[in-house]
């Protein structure tokens, strides 16, 4: 192993890499991949969101570092799908990762938690009645909450402390 930077292991030539070097730059070229935060939609990758210069970043240590999305402020965290169709990665807000097999979202109508599901549906049904225009095939739940929020057909806020 040597005792490059995470900069200078970035821009390696791969062939002239030891075996776990070319693993830390696979990684490193991998959290250097923005990805959309799903609060707000702002693309961000793991040094901006650790808030931490790429050699700062030990890739070996496994320590576990806190993430935060620089537009909204919300906690982040970073998530490798089981199984991904495209991206490698993905952001969760920290409430809703450790309570996402029950489906529930940061929005909610007359405070009743639903799922990402629910939120696509409520937001079909608005677009069938003309409550709020047509939106493209590749908008997030977040995107498609804050069209029905900006509608006023429901509130966004904070889960309850008991849902945290």
């Known amino acids: 192993m040597t005792t490059m930077t995470n900069t ?37 990758n ?40 495209g991206l490698p990665w993905e952001w969760r807000l920290v409430h809703e990762a450790g309570i996402q ?6 929005i909610w109508p007359e405070k009743r938690w639903i799922g990402a599901f629910g939120i696509f549906q409520m937001a079909s049904d608005a677009v069938a009645n003309g409550q709020i225009a047509p939106f493209p095939p590749e908008t997030t739940p977040a995107q498609a909450g804050r069209l029905l929020h900006e509608a006023g057909l429901i509130t966004i806020g904070e889960p309850p402390d008991e849902d945290r």
């Open 8 to 44: 200078e292991l970035l821009h390696a030539r791969p062939d002239l890499l030891t075996g776990v070097d070319r693993q830390r730059q696979f990684l490193l070229r991998l959290w250097s991949q923005q990805q959309p935060c799903p609060n707000c939609g702002t693309l961000l």
């Open 46 to 85: 793991v040094f901006e969101a650790a808030r931490r210069k790429i050699d700062e970043i030990d890739t070996l240590s496994g320590a576990e570092l806190k993430y935060r999305c620089t537009a909204c402020e919300r906690e982040l965290q970073h998530v490798v799908p089981l199984v991904s169709i």
């Open 101 to 106: 097999r029950r489906g529930i979202y940061t």
